[in-house]
């Protein structure tokens, strides 16, 4: 038993539980133990390919056995893995297959629906047939290829379809590697379309007038009207001001004019500045983000870390894949574009983009992916005088990014949050780029990529505190995860919806109540009132008095004529009781198990390099169990005795031996304290034999004997499902698969 | 005390949430006391408390900062005290036998014991953990003492003037008793208007009758109160610092453990809890820290129910007893008492529709058809559906019912409650002082106090109540010999309320406050007192017109003193020939204000008094067995005479409170002094409770317009000004001036450098900033006791030299702090 505890909590002395066990002549049933041990990591993953199988297995065939040993095939529409109580399940089309024990399964048929649900104490076992684990493993070769495809030519396949049956675009994409592309042709009008008379017609070589508004109406009878005032302001010329307002506007234009153009292009052209510009292309003329305010920030880069100024361009669309770039809006959107199929970014993406540009800082690092800062015309007016002071917060700056970089919040951010976020406080902090949205954001997640940390920094900047805890910037392990979940709820939830008002009368509130005399003088009040009311005439009420504490019994007010005693169960009561909780305990635990070893089965399958043994036909899940007990070695055969096995001294032994092989860094737990009593069921056995109920009948729960100890084996197997869905907090629910 | 082992296992598990305290906004938070106090003060703090006595300083420094944050938000606290202990508690605790077990410990573990009992008596802990707190705090206690004693033996050669700083804690990885300090506290929260209520039971279930009536909106308390079926959040501990505070969510936390709530409330039964402290089998033989997560275990997998185990413990008689403990906390946890809004104290039961452990068993019982339990649980199962039944003998589980003005009183503050339990209970107990109480004096005062208070206190008490309880033996079990218990007389003909009935005083001044400086200038302005003060008609019955009752808190509070001074023969009443005259000991304490006594040294004065009267122990001389005195050998061997006067007023000097600002002491300590301050502090509560018991009986009767006041009303008018109330204070001025008159003896009668060495020596930088100002105001204490020890020499009520030794004492002691 101690042997258990400590294994969950530590990994260390698992082998020697297991060599002891070994070595307790029970051959080498357990003996593969010893290269297991159920940290938090392993039992993640067995409850994700539990996850994985059931996904895999919605909508296929399967067939659940039900507590009475009634069998139902039927399509696996939904089940429920949150369930404390074992694998809630949903049949569609359900069919007895199997009567089990049930005498009336003319009747059970039917009353069979469409639907069945079990509930998942009923499911005794769940059998599933026919899991196509490859449908899954092609998707994701597919977009594997997908993905090298993007850099070759775009390759269509069509072929597919012609083989019948529904397929999919992966299908269809990569079901036949070579492609074969059909001769270009160049179209050439039939006769019937010369009379259209635009052959060889382009804009260039028309000639003619065209006036479309008269063919318009030629063609259609549509009159066009045009007033140039629908569009503008109409200038009043009659206006006695008018000459005034002229001067007036004149002479603001001349202000405007007068003012620099502050080194803009675009503006000292307008102005019809004369521009030197040599030196520029179309590109940083007319298109490109004027980004020099850039290269004080890269001077000061230089200045805190060596590293080669860049020069401050636009660079090129066609060129942002190269590495030098490292605009993380960019690379975030170029990855967006290759793994939307390279369809073509829509326009509202490159707004983006440009927007996200404006603001952000090119960095001296090939791979660094960084937080845009601030616009830094700020900075600019004030590097000469204050550069040293720049230098040191140029380091601090330097430092929150890398920490922006390695933060991440362990824990997806809640719906609800990111609404609040998007609305308050990313628009609170014009510095902060428009988050980019849409296909941008369901990427798949880039290390790093601020875009996913960036609300939720903010989110614990704007919160009323961020726990020391949360801002640890790898993940936090999965044992603090919990506590960390918690603090994520905002500040209102703690009382609810009915957050406590302000209210000045408590104190009176405890004040008056509470006090004996002023309420039964109240009452007393209230009953004279009532009183009068009722006869006025009679008012022979007595006087109100204080009721003597003469009046008080020593016992407490009863309302029935029994002792506390009674209202516990007898022993006989208690213990049945007892039994009737381990059974209903063990039944979940070996559902969990049946179900857990099939997952764990197939994902042998799947996975290849996690287990060792080899793969057995999925047949009856018992013949499974115990090729589970023998060959996973996964769990720890030392586990706490569940009471009611005395017919399985072997068992006791090996549970004894492993007990004390264990390693138990507390050996106070076998403290000479231990009553000696305790011993007597079971001379032999330290501490297991010490805790079975005297003559209680063993109820066989998992088979037949030789099947006892893979039963027991995957029992506890089953319990650290449990226990594992229970302390990661692994939210299962296959209905989303579906 | 929480359920063991549970709060680190929710940490670990990471299943303790948190929010910032700023969610609590305007709301009114109730504050199990006793789990805050064990929050403040952690096993680090105050760690020499027990070695100076007296309230611990830093607890209000927390207290004012927490505060100061609530009030920052608009949270307004309710801090709830806890009451009596129940059945399971009371047994556990050792409370029946005076803590003698717990006392024989301390024996145990000194050095020379074999190891054999010590085997016993570990047996005897991990069984009980109330009583293995205790045990601690008296093994600690001992410890501290017996490594300061080597440590002065090993120092004796070099220990001249310098006093040696002890090394040894006197308290650590113990809770400390937060019920010694309830008073103190309960006065610190009147002065800052703060709601308290004491709880006539166990604190959590009052917060959660509280929570449920709306009067407060969520909990900080101990994690006992995942026990209660209708608390699904609480607050589980505060850092004040961060503003934040840790809670628990019931739901989450279940669904975590994978387990009901009934497997719950089981497993916390079987590893032990506030109302079951026992560990049962078979969790007692893991380690304490870890028996929370394994019995979680065995359920988890395999479906333990404890209940059902205990049946199987082969020893029938363990197993008929942890039978029993578990059932009664079980029933303890479904019907506790609480004081309900009404004013009343009733049991709280937990709502009807939960359908609970024992409502399913009985389902079963029924269906197995149990032979002879079948017919007991049928009629019980058809009420549980309407509500659940109330079993007949509450009081075995829980304790006797009190009136529920008893509990009133109680949740006032007005009554410590130690006299109450006696009477449930049937049991006062007497536990060893700090330090140890092994001096025949002190235990001469605890036989003495048998007659002179408890005899009379539990007379007042009974009179007005249940015919049941003036029959019911009540005994005194006192730690030393616990089977030599003395049967309290609860039935003296007439009874003592009959004899004090007609002493009334009556002024009707509304406004007037009581002090007993006022009370002595109000009997000392009447020419006759008989015709003044004995009224000739008992005024209690309902008959009695109201205006002739007692109007005036001053009323109420000066005639329990003068009925209470009469208790104490300080004054002679013949109700025949209506004569009242104070005694030889009244006349002195009448003389303090002619004697220009300084008011606030009013009660300690009466205090001293008392305890001369008693006559266990004269102010020069020594204890038996003689405690070291903290003066070197040096100092006692040079200077005699001035080491006598030192003792002398050492021993005074422990009825004077220095003003210290909240700190931690780490300073000197000395024995010997706290052995005398032992005396005084249990004639001081023997007092308190005498006085408790006069206002009780005097209130219960019907003497005092009870409907005139509201419960803020009582606690500012009355609990507040109820005299003995506040700890005794502790050693440090006595100690300071002991060294001082050391240093000054040593050093050439040099009063800076003595002041210097007390101003290093006792930190007095942080704790005590206007060192001069407390010397020359204790001086000033010490003039005042000197006048009142003639003017008891001049009655002959002590020893003529006493007083004139010490008049020399204390002109020594002014000339070294005049020099």
New interface residues.
């Given amino acids: 038993m101690k042997g258990n505890f400590n294994s969950r909590r530590k990994d260390h002395g698992n082998s020697a539980n297991g060599s002891s066990t070994g070595g307790s002549g029970n051959n080498n049933q357990f003996a593969g133990s010893s290269g297991f041990h159920e940290s938090a990591e392993t039992t993640r993953n067995f409850n994700d390919r539990l996850d994985y199988l059931l996904a895999k297995s919605i909508g296929s065939e399967v067939v659940a056995t039900v507590t009475s040993a009634v069998k139902y095939s039927g399509v696996l529409v939904a089940c429920n893995l949150e369930s404390n109580n074992g694998l809630d399940i949903v049949l569609k089309y359900p069919q007895i297959v199997d009567g089990g024990f049930a005498d009336n399964i003319e009747e059970l048929s039917e009353q069979l629906g469409d639907t069945l649900l079990i509930n998942g104490a009923d499911v005794g076992e769940l059998e599933l047939k026919g899991i196509d684990f490859a449908a899954g493993e092609k998707s994701e070769q597919a977009k594997k290829q997908e993905i090298e495809e993007q850099t070759k030519k775009p390759i269509e396949s069509q072929e597919g379809k012609a083989n019948g049956g529904f397929k999919t675009d992966v299908d269809i994409s990569r079901g036949k590697g070579e492609v074969r592309e059909r001769e270009l042709q160049k179209w050439t009008p039939d006769a019937a379309d010369e009379s259209l008379e635009i052959h060889n017609q382009t804009l260039e070589e028309s000639s003619g007038t065209w006036d479309q508004f008269s063919v318009n109406e030629k063609k259609f009878g549509v009159k066009s009207t045009f007033d140039e005032h629908l569009y503008t302001t109409k200038i009043n010329k009659k206006d006695p001001d008018y000459e005034k307002r002229l001067k007036e506007a004149e002479r603001i234009a001349k202000e405007i004019e007068s003012q620099g153009s502050a080194g803009n292009i675009h503006i000292a052209e307008d102005r019809g500045h004369i521009v030197d510009d040599s030196g520029l292309d179309e590109e940083d003329l007319y298109s490109g983000v004027d980004r020099r305010g850039n290269e004080l920030l890269a001077a000061l880069k230089t200045n805190a870390k060596p590293s080669p100024a860049k020069p401050s361009k636009y660079v090129a669309p066609t060129l942002r894949d190269q590495p030098h770039n490292v605009d993380p809006a960019i690379i975030s959107s170029i990855t967006a574009k290759s793994h939307a199929n390279k369809q073509a970014p829509t326009a509202t993406v490159s707004v983006k983009e440009v927007s996200v540009h404006r603001s952000a800082t090119p960095s001296s690092k090939v791979t660094h992916v960084e937080m845009p800062t601030k616009p830094s015309t700020k900075t600019s007016q004030r590097t000469d005088v204050a550069s040293k002071k720049h230098v040191s917060k140029e380091a601090q700056i330097e430092e929150l990014k890398k920490f922006s970089q390695k933060f991440k919040v362990p824990y997806d951010v809640p719906e609800d949050l990111k609404g609040i976020l998007k609305n308050s406080s990313l628009k609170s902090d014009p510095s902060l780029p428009p988050k980019p949205s849409g296909n941008t954001g369901s990427k798949p997640s880039l290390p790093g990529t601020p875009v996913g940390a960036k609300p939720d920094l903010r989110k614990n900047l704007s919160g009323a505190k961020l726990p020391s805890q949360s801002q640890t910037p790898t993940h936090s392990p999965s044992l603090g995860r919990a506590s960390v979940s918690s603090k994520r709820r905002s500040t209102i939830s703690f009382f609810g919806s009915k957050a406590p008002q302000p209210d000045e009368k408590k104190k009176q509130s405890f004040s008056r109540n509470f006090n004996m005399f002023i309420k039964a003088k109240q009452a007393y009040d209230e009953k004279a009132k009532n009183l009068q009311q009722q006869d006025s005439e009679n008012k022979s009420m007595e006087p109100f008095f204080i009721e003597k504490p003469y009046f008080t019994a020593p016992t407490w007010i009863s309302t029935v004529d029994q002792s506390y005693k009674s209202l516990f169960p007898d022993e006989r009561s208690a213990i049945q009781r007892a039994q009737i909780n381990l059974q209903h305990r063990q039944m979940n635990s070996i559902n969990a198990a049946a179900t857990a070893a099939a997952a764990n089965q197939q994902m042998g399958v799947v996975v290849g390099n996690m287990v060792r043994f080899p793969m057995g036909p999925g047949g009856s899940p018992n013949p499974m169990m115990n090729g589970m007990a023998g060959n996973m070695g996964m769990y720890m055969p030392l586990q706490p005795q569940p009471m009611f096995y005395p017919s399985m001294p072997h068992m006791m032994s090996m549970m004894g031996g492993g007990e004390e092989g264990g390693g138990s860094p507390s050996p106070q737990a076998l403290s000479p304290h231990m009553p000696p009593a305790y011993l007597n069921n079971a001379p032999g056995s330290p501490a297991m034999g010490a805790y079975g109920y005297p003559g209680m009948p063993f109820q066989p729960m998992a088979g037949g004997g030789a099947n006892l100890g893979g039963g027991n084996a995957n029992y506890r197997h089953g319990y650290h499902h449990h226990g594992g869905q229970g302390s990661h907090g692994h939210r299962r629910n296959n209905h989303d698969n579906h | 005390m929480a359920i063991k082992s549970l709060e680190s296992y929710l940490f670990?598990?990471?299943?303790?949430?948190?929010?910032?305290i700023?969610?609590?906004?305007?709301?009114?938070l109730g504050v199990d006391v006793n789990h805050y106090v064990s929050r403040l003060l952690t096993s680090k703090r105050e760690q020499y408390l027990d070695a100076i006595g007296g309230f611990p300083t830093s607890l209000k420094m927390y207290l004012e900062s927490d505060l100061k944050i609530f009030k920052e938000y608009?949270i307004?606290p309710?801090f709830v005290f806890n009451g009596s202990m129940v059945s399971n508690q009371l047994e556990n605790s050792d409370y029946l036998n005076g803590y003698a077990a717990e006392a024989a410990a301390v024996a145990m573990s000194s050095p020379g014991s074999k190891a054999s009992t010590s085997s016993s008596t570990?047996?005897y802990s991990?069984n009980s953990a109330v009583s293995a707190n205790k045990e601690a705090i008296f093994i600690q206690r001992h410890r501290g003492w017996t490594q300061w004693n080597n440590l002065r033996s090993s120092n004796q050669t070099s220990y001249i003037d310098q006093p040696i700083q002890p090394q040894e804690p006197f308290r650590y990885n113990t809770m400390i008793e937060s019920k010694r300090f309830y008073s103190d506290l309960i006065a610190y929260f009147i002065d800052n208007?703060i709601?308290y209520?004491v709880a006539p039971y166990t604190s959590w279930s009052q917060l959660s009758y509280l929570m449920n009536s709306g009067?407060i909106?969520?909990i900080y308390g101990p994690t006992d109160c995942l026990m209660l079926s209708d608390v699904d959040?609480f607050i589980l501990g505060m850092e004040f610092p961060?503003?934040?505070f840790r809670?628990i969510?019931k739901t989450?936390i279940l669904?975590?453990?994978?387990c009901s709530h009934e497997e719950f409330v089981d497993i916390a039964m079987a590893v032990g809890n506030d109302l079951q402290p026992v560990t049962l089998?078979?969790l007692?033989?893991?380690?304490a820290s870890?028996v929370f997560?394994?019995a979680l275990?065995?359920v988890?997998?395999?479906?333990?129910?404890f209940?059902?185990?205990q049946?199987?413990?082969?020893?029938k008689t363990?197993s008929v007893e942890f039978v029993d403990k578990y059932?009664?906390g079980?029933?303890a946890l479904r019907?506790m008492?609480v004081?309900?809004?009404?004013?009343?104290v009733?049991?709280y039961v937990e709502a009807e529709n939960i359908r609970d452990y024992?409502e399913t068993?009985?389902g079963?019982?029924e269906s197995?058809a149990?032979s002879?339990?079948g017919m007991?649980?049928k009629?019980?199962k058809a009420?549980s559906l309407t509500?659940k039944?109330?079993?007949?003998?509450?009081?075995?589980?829980?304790a006797?019912?009190?009136?529920?003005?008893?509990y009133?009183y109680k949740?006032l503050g007005l009554v410590s409650g130690k006299l109450f339990d006696a009477i449930?209970t049937g049991v006062y107990p007497e536990e060893p002082p700090l330090v140890g109480g092994s001096t025949n004096s002190y235990r001469n005062l605890v036989k003495k106090s048998v007659d002179l208070f408890k005899n009379k206190e539990i007379n007042l008490l009974t009179q007005?109540?249940?015919?049941?309880?003036q029959i019911k033996p009540i005994k005194q079990v006192n730690w030393f010999a616990p089977e030599d218990a003395t049967v309290l007389v609860n039935r003296v003909m007439p009874s003592i309320f009959d004899k004090l009935n007609r002493l009334i005083v009556k002024t009707d001044d509304i406004e007037r406050q009581f002090s007993m400086k006022s009370f002595i200038t109000l009997i000392n302005n009447s020419d006759d007192l008989g015709n003044d003060f004995i009224s000739d008609n008992v005024i209690f019955p309902?008959s009695v017109p109201a205006e002739k009752k007692l109007l005036a808190p001053f009323d109420l509070l000066s005639t329990s003193f003068l009925r209470f001074l009469y208790q104490l023969d300080f004054f002679d009443l013949d109700l025949e020939k209506k004569i009242l005259k104070p005694t030889e000991w009244g006349s002195v304490f009448l003389k303090l204000n002619e004697m220009s006594v300084d008011p606030k040294f009013h009660e300690s004065i009466l205090i001293l008094l008392v305890f001369l009267k008693l006559d266990v122990l004269s102010l020069s001389q020594d204890t038996v067995p003689s405690a070291q005195s903290a003066l070197s050998q040096a100092t006692l061997r040079s200077y005699p005479q001035e080491s006598l006067y030192v003792l002398l007023l050492t021993r005074l000097l422990t009825l004077y409170q220095i003003e210290q600002k909240p700190s931690n002491y780490h300073g000197p300590v000395d024995k010997k002094t706290l052995i005398f301050r032992d005396h005084l502090h249990y004639v001081k509560a023997n007092m308190n409770e005498m006085y408790e018991a006069v206002i009780v009986s005097s209130l219960?009767s019907?003497e005092f317009d009870?409907?005139s006041?509201?419960?803020?009303?009582?606690q500012k008018k009355i609990v507040r000004n109820m005299p003995f109330k506040l700890t005794t204070p502790n050693t440090v001025m006595a100690m300071m001036w002991q060294f001082f008159l050391q240093k000054y003896l040593h050093n050439g009668n040099a009063k800076a450098d003595a002041l210097t060495l007390i101003a290093t020596e006792f930190s007095t930088y942080k704790s005590t900033p206007n060192l001069e100002q407390q010397f020359s105001s204790s001086h000033e204490f010490l003039q005042h006791c000197s006048r009142v020890l003639t003017a008891l020499a001049s009655h002959n009520l002590i020893k003529n030299d006493d007083a004139l030794l010490f008049e020399k004492a204390v002109k020594f002691s002014g000339e070294a702090f005049a020099s």
């Fill in positions: 670990e598990r990471g299943l303790v949430g948190s929010y910032p700023e969610a609590l906004k305007n709301a009114a608009n307004t309710v570990a047996m991990a208007d709601i209520q009067y909106d969520a959040k961060n503003k934040e809670f969510d989450r669904r975590e453990f994978n089998p078979p007692q033989i893991y380690p870890q997560e394994i275990e065995m988890v997998t395999t479906g333990t129910n209940y059902a185990y049946f199987s413990n082969p020893i363990e059932q009664k079980v029933s019907y008492p004081l309900k809004d009404s004013g009343k009733e049991l024992l068993d009985q079963d019982g197995h149990t002879d339990k007991a649980s009629p019980s009420a509500r039944p109330v079993p007949s003998d509450v009081h075995a589980f829980i006797q019912q009190l009136p529920s003005e008893y009133f949740s449930t007005p109540i249940n015919r049941y309880y309902n219960t019907g009870r409907v006041l509201e419960g803020e009303a009582w």
